[in-house]
Structures are given as structure tokens and as C-alpha cells.
């Protein structure tokens, strides 16, 4: 059974900085392309960072310089390291493969940042 279990996420404060972890089950973790998504309050869904095979990785405009995506296929954990957080980022981070599978959303981490 495929499944994302995310933690690491908590009320923080502005300018803080915060860890993010994903282990994923039930895929071939190393063969696939992963992404940490994030849903805030009233918004759609949107892909912040994703991370190939190949490590290869990229991050939003938004969170670009802030972000940092990782991953460890040994362990099949992706990771999402967050620095000098904002108000904006306040939402439920999911992660999942690219393109996301439908089926496999998990629970997600809720982060909030106080100004």
C-alpha cells in the first residue's frame, strides 16, 4: 500500500527555521521523482519543491533561497528544510510523488508561523 507520512511541523515564528520529513512507503522511492506540496488556508494546493532521481531539485519562486530539498533513498525519506520562515508559509505541507498520485495523499504536517 503506498503511503506519505510527513512530520516535523509546528508553530513557529517569523524568521524561524523549521525541518520537514517524509518517508514514503509502498513505491519505489529511488526510481521516482518526489515533491513537497502545501495547502494554505483558503488556497489550492501548490507544489513548493520537487527533487528527481537523480537529485536533481528545484523550489519555487516564493521559497527560493529559504527551501531546501533532500533526500535520502536509502532510508526512502525526502526532506524539506526551511529557513527564515514567513506568515505565507503557514499551511498543511503533503509530500508526493511527481505527478502527484491521488491516492497516496497522506495526513500532511501543519506549520504555522507567527509574525
Known amino acids: 500500500q503506498v503511503r506519505m507520512v510527513e512530520s516535523g511541523g509546528g508553530l513557529v515564528q517569523a524568521g524561524d527555521s523549521l525541518a520537514l520529513s517524509c518517508v514514503a512507503y509502498?513505491?519505489?522511492?529511488?526510481?521516482?521523482?518526489m515533491g513537497w506540496y502545501r495547502q494554505a488556508p483558503g488556497k489550492q494546493r501548490e507544489l513548493v519543491a520537487s527533487?528527481?532521481?537523480?537529485?536533481?531539485?528545484n523550489v519555487a519562486d516564493s521559497v527560493k533561497d529559504r527551501f531546501t530539498i533532500a533526500r535520502d533513498n536509502a532510508k526512502s525519506t525526502m526532506y524539506l528544510q526551511m529557513h527564515d520562515v514567513e506568515p505565507e508559509d503557514t499551511a498543511v505541507y503533503y509530500c508526493?510523488?511527481?505527478?502527484?498520485?491521488?491516492?497516496?495523499w497522506g495526513q500532511g504536517t501543519h506549520v504555522t508561523v507567527s509574525s
Open positions: 508526493n510523488q511527481i505527478p502527484p498520485d491521488d491516492n497516496s
Open positions: 509502498g513505491i519505489p522511492f529511488s526510481l521516482r521523482s
Open positions: 527533487i528527481t532521481s537523480g537529485y536533481n531539485a
